[in-house]
């Protein structure tokens, strides 16, 4: 059971670049979630998906663009790369149980440098 | 503007004190407080809250969280030095959706 897993771990782009972080969770959970962690500012969402076909946008959407193909697969896209998207980005899911909130599993991050 | 602020930004103590976390909301459509301690990389679980006065503990670690006046506090007692992380604090609103704090960065000396 590997919880939630991102790759990659580390990446390094240059500005206008494209790319796709890959997040992947093995616990049927329903809801999985996009964050970026800037110094100082704890975690900020930029996209979440309550189903399998289904996005929304969180705080931060702008620049980024995600799609939810299969329930289990979260996936991020940058589609031209800004300094201003340097950070270190987390995948979360979270289940349905009992029809109430519960806590999110967290990835073990990316760590993007954009040039 | 919904907003979760937590303090201090950053706390020093030694070995076998007690701290004090605290987390403020102003969060719409509130549903739960959730604690999470981060170490080097991901957010790990450590309460969640959703009636306010019910203390929730866990070893040394306790918190609870007051509704009427939209905080809650993380207490640890006797500090050790693999508490040291930073302590985020997020409020569950609306439909499953989350804001976080910028976290409480500890650091517990030998």
Known sequence: NAG???TPKFRVLKTGQSMTLLCAQDMNHEYMY???QDPGMGLRLIHYSVGEGTTAKGEVPDGYNVSRLKKQN???GLESAAPSQTSVYFCASSSLAGGSYNEQFFGPGTRLTVL | EDKVVQSPLSLVVHEG???TLNCSYEVTNFRSLLWYKQEKKAPTFLFMLTSSGIEKKSGRLSS???KKEL???LNITATQTGDSAIYLCAVAWGFNKFYFGSGTKLNVKP
Request: net charge negative; proline share 0%.
């Open chain 2, 17 to 19: 004190d007690t701290v």
């Open chain 2, 64 to 66: 609870i969280l007051d």
């Open chain 2, 71 to 73: 905080s809650s506090i």
């Open chain 1, 4 to 6: 939630v897993t991102q």
């Open chain 1, 34 to 36: 996009w964050y970026r």
């Open chain 1, 74 to 76: 979260f996936l991020l």
